[in-house]
Structures are given as structure tokens and as C-alpha cells.
């Protein structure tokens, strides 16, 4: 059923952009562009001023049944890496197994979400761990793009310019967040931020045993159509979205027109910011032109990925 593939093109080897393991030197980024040069991405992950590194990201593209399947996700975890990383290596996995995915992909991303927190849970029930981890994911299926966000990290886009969020941060003091919170019998507290039970800055996560039913891996989904006025995509950890508005983001990876020199520089702008978290962000650029305007050889396939982990400048 799933095979490999550069999106929107012929099915490939070669689904991961980069080795996990080159991020343990403290930063890596790379990219790639479809063959009929129709979307590019680029990620740009750096450890930052935190002594380890709990962010994690996935790239996959697939071919299902005939149909052209993208998926990025953006994980930070919480109180360790494990949930975060769980979620690199099987959250796509089960999302694209699921019998549904093509017919109700709605329901098959919501219904994945929640399995895969059970089975993360059930994979660490005999640790004295709690670690948890947020997910911001974006799925094109075909045409059509859904956003499924847990937890403080977010994707935005870019409309003519104009920053739109796709997704809105669990926050503990949000009202609706609250009220759930309330109604399950847990507590919202002031420590120094709000948080659920005076533990967790965020109000939803997958992981978090301790916490649950109050801390829930119940996914916020938008979704919709890609039209001519879609230009690109940012998905990012906190460690970006606590320094850099919105529509600094956008203008930022607008203004620079190959995805992994855009989401360097959301990094690096990010860090010189005053960030103070780990720092992870995927650029998606769509480019609207039909295959005939395409010169021969302008696509790039995941095989021909620059990657680079050269310092930051600081």
C-alpha cells in the first residue's frame, strides 16, 4: 500500500531527510524539491542554549493507492525525549496505515493521534518516566492539506503575504482549555505561568501519564483545499514562537526563496532573539507553475537533499 516518493512525483527510495544522529552535534538542516518542482521544503534544527536536545521533526512522502501523500511534523518534548521522539518514529507510520486515511482523512488523523498516545503510554508503563511531547503536523493528501496540532507548537502559513495560523496553542488559561480541564476534575494554576495541576505549561500532549485525563492528545484540525494564494507553510517548536511573531515568520521565509536557507534563518533569527529553548522549524514553499514551465532538471529528489550541520553563527 505506502511506497516511498518524492511528493508529486515518481515513487523513490528514501523517505527521511536527515539522520536523527547529526542533530546531536547541536544543529543540522537540509531540504529537498519534487521532481515536478511544484513544493520544496527545508528544515533547520538546533539544540540552542539547553544542555540536550528533546525537539524532533519527520518528513515523509508516499505514494498510497495512486495518490500523493506529504507529511510533516514538527515534536517537542517535555520533561525528556522519549514521547518526542516516539512520535518521529511511528506517529506518520500509523497515520498512513490507517483504513481510512485516504477516504476520511479527518477521522483517520484524529483516531491515529489518540492511538499512537495510548500506545506510547503502554510502551513506558513499567518506567518511572513522564515524558510528554507536542505535535504540529501538516498532511497534503492530493490537493487538500490538513492541520492537526497538540500541544505549543505551531504551523502557520503565508496568503499574499499574510501570516495565518493554522493551528492555536493549548494553553492552560485558554477558556475553552479551562473549562475541559475543570469538567475532568483537574486544577489551572498560577507557577509562574498557568498550568495544569501547577505542573504542565501546556494543555495538551501526547505522553504525560501522570497528568492524564486532563492533558489529552486530542488534535485540533483544520483543513483545506491548496489554491494559487497558498505560498508556503511554517511549522515550528516554541523555541521560535516565543521570539519571533507570526509575521516576522512569514516575512522572513518569504523573503528568502529556498526553503532550507529560509528555516536557517528563522533558526538563526530565533537565537539571536534571545531564545533560550531548543529551535526547530520546517519551510514549505508551493510554487504554483505547471509542469511545462518547468525547465528539465530544475527538480531536486530527496536523494539530492543538501544536508549541512555547520555552527551558527552566533
Not at 98 to 116: D, G, V, Y
Not at 196 to 202: E, S
Not at 250 to 268: F, H, M, N, Q, Y
Request: charged share 30%; glycine share 10%.
Amino acid at each position: 500500500m505506502m511506497g516511498a516518493a518524492s511528493c508529486r512525483g515518481k515513487p523513490r527510495p528514501g523517505v527521511n531527510v536527515m539522520p536523527e544522529n547529526e542533530v546531536e552535534a547541536g544543529y543540522a538542516s537540509g531540504g529537498w524539491k519534487s521532481e515536478d518542482g511544484q513544493l520544496s521544503c527545508g528544515y533547520s534544527t538546533f539544540r540552542g542554549k539547553r544542555a540536550s536536545m528533546e525537539d524532533f521533526y519527520d518528513i515523509k512522502t508516499s505514494n498510497i493507492d495512486g495518490k500523493m501523500v506529504c507529511l510533516f511534523g514538527i515534536f517537542d518534548g517535555h520533561g525528556g525525549s522519549l514521547a518526542a521522539e516516539y512520535l518521529k518514529e511511528h506517529l506518520f507510520d500509523n497515520m498512513v496505515k490507517h483504513p481510512q486515511f485516504l477516504t476520511n482523512t479527518k477521522l483517520a488523523i484524529r483516531e491515529t493521534f489518540k492511538q499512537t498516545d495510548e500506545d506510547f503510554l503502554e510502551s513506558e508503563k513499567d518506567t518511572f518516566r513522564d515524558d510528554g511531547s507536542t505535535a504540529s503536523t501538516a498532511v497534503l493528501v492530493g490537493n487538500h492539506l490538513y492541520v492537526a496540532n497538540v500541544g505549543d507548537s505551531r504551523t502557520i502559513s503565508s496568503k499574499a503575504g499574510k501570516a495565518i495560523a493554522l493551528s492555536e496553542d493549548h494553553k492552560p488559561n485558554r477558556s475553552d482549555e479551562r473549562r475541559r480541564i475543570e469538567n475532568a476534575g483537574g486544577v489551572v494554576m498560577w507557577a509562574g505561568t498557568w498550568r495544569v495541576g501547577g505542573v504542565l505549561a501546556m494543555s495538551r500532549a501526547f505522553g504525560n501519564r501522570l497528568l492524564k485525563p486532563f492533558v489529552v492528545a486530542e488534535p485540533d484540525i483544520q483543513d483545506q483545499e491548496i489554491g494559487e494564494e497558498l505560498e508556503l507553510l511554517v511549522l515550528a517548536t516554541d523555541g521560535i514562537w516565543d521570539v519571533v511573531p507570526n509575521e516576522e515568520a512569514v516575512s522572513l521565509a518569504g523573503t528568502v526563496e529556498d526553503p532550507e536557507a529560509a528555516a536557517r534563518k528563522l533558526t538563526e533569527t530565533a537565537f539571536t532573539s534571545g531564545s533560550a529553548d531548543n529551535i526547530t522549524c520546517i519551510v514549505v514553499k508551493f510554487h504554483h507553475k505547471k509542469p511545462e514551465q518547468l525547465e528539465q532538471g530544475d527538480a531536486e529528489t530527496v536523494e539530492d537533499a543538501v544536508d549541512s550541520s555547520d555552527d551558527i553563527q552566533k
